[in-house]
């Protein structure tokens, strides 16, 4: 998700007329669009920018994205002034990424409310996307902004706000102009792409925008991140099983296999019902193949739990697997239990998934 911004920050810049600096210290302004979901991303960040300081004292600095936006919401919740010794000149959310080369070019950010609708309303994505060529083939178009899911763990919900689907108009026609520029494989992104319904109304669905995809002369192959399972529908495995221009490679995160932890990180379903998801999958393809992510050491996870993930690792034998120990999230429910895993069991914890995924 943060490549795609990225990617549509850059755009817009060289759009209006900036230059892309060969190097940081040829450049006069430099942006960092930052991810928050755990807190090694925000310990990198503030030692880049301290290092920024130090170094670059002259040039502009925007801090963009999901760390921004947590320093934001910090600081109108009044919590110690986070950020206030940062260095940076514009600190503007994911929600505001969009605005960067209109601020930069025209404004200040004290203006950005004022550009703030047309920025919100994603038809800025359409225009930026419009320069952009493929890479090796393939365009990434994002489908959905933010997420409803409040996994009781994640931040995302918080810094990326409520779940909004970009309408199907405007990601038809970006993927459309990305074909006719040479892209065969389009990768649609979202937090949770499943639940995409397009806002005018109707039912322009997953499965519709899927299908009316695949329709386009000149793609062959169709992938999608992430999906939740718990909106992995019947009809959801009967598209993407059935329509050969559709990946058969799933990202389904199932993040534990204890029913206890699982309900926990309010996750909406049950060991049960990923296991019967899966299976159904597997039952409609014989090509599918399907990754996921774990949380190893969420509060309260005993060896018990732990070993619910790993024999659920056993049952379902994942293609790969993305493992990753919990830390706490500001704003989220889980931040106000006592992070009590240790950090040596939670390394141990992770040691030992990637020693179960190699086996
Ligand atoms: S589905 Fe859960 S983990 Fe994924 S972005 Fe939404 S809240 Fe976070």
Do not use: W
Request: aromatic share 10%; proline share 3%; with cysteine.
């Amino acid at each position: 998700m943060n490549f795609h911004d990225s990617g549509l920050i850059e755009s817009g810049l060289l759009k209006k007329g900036f230059h892309q600096a060969d190097s940081v210290n040829d450049a006069d302004i430099i942006i960092f669009n930052t991810c928050s979901v755990r807190d090694h991303a925000d310990h990198k960040i503030v030692s880049e920018l301290g290092r920024l300081k130090k170094n670059h004292s002259n040039k502009k600095v925007v801090l963009a994205g999901c760390f921004a936006k947590q320093i934001e919401l910090r600081n109108k919740a009044g919590a110690n002034k986070t950020g206030a010794s940062l260095f940076f000149d514009y600190c503007l959310g994911p929600d505001e990424v969009l605005s960067i080369p209109d601020i930069l070019k025209y404004g200040n950010e004290s203006e950005k409310d004022a550009y703030s609708d047309d920025y919100k309303d994603f038809g800025l994505i359409e225009e930026y996307f419009y320069d952009k060529k493929p890479e090796n083939g393939a365009a990434a178009v994002k489908i959905t902004e933010g997420c409803n899911n409040f996994c009781s763990y994640c931040i995302v919900p918080y810094v990326r706000g409520e779940e909004r689907s970009i309408p199907f108009e405007i990601i038809y026609n970006t993927i459309k102009k990305q074909v006719s520029k040479g892209a065969e494989e389009i990768l649609l992104l979202g937090q949770n792409v499943n639940s995409y319904l397009s806002p005018e109304g109707g039912k322009k669905d997953f499965c519709f925008l899927l299908n009316a995809l695949s329709e386009i002369e000149g793609i062959f192959k169709i992938k999608f991140l992430t999906s939740h399972p718990k909106d992995f529908n019947d009809g959801l495995i009967e598209t993407v099983c059935g329509n050969g221009k559709i990946s058969k490679e799933i990202h389904l995160p199932v993040q534990a296999g204890s029913d206890r932890i699982l309900s926990a990180m309010n996750r909406g379903y049950t060991r049960k019902d990923y296991l019967r998801l899966v299976e159904k999958l597997r039952n409609g393809h014989s090509d599918i193949s399907i990754s996921t992510d774990i949380i190893v050491g969420f509060p309260g996870e005993t060896e018990e739990d732990f070993q619910m993930t790993i024999s659920l690792m056993d049952e379902v034998k994942f293609d790969f697997i993305f493992g990753f120990k919990y830390s706490p999230r500001p704003f989220t429910k889980a931040f106000e239990i006592a992070d009590d895993v240790s950090l040596e069991v939670k390394k141990e914890r992770l040691e030992r998934i990637f020693q179960k995924q190699k086996k």
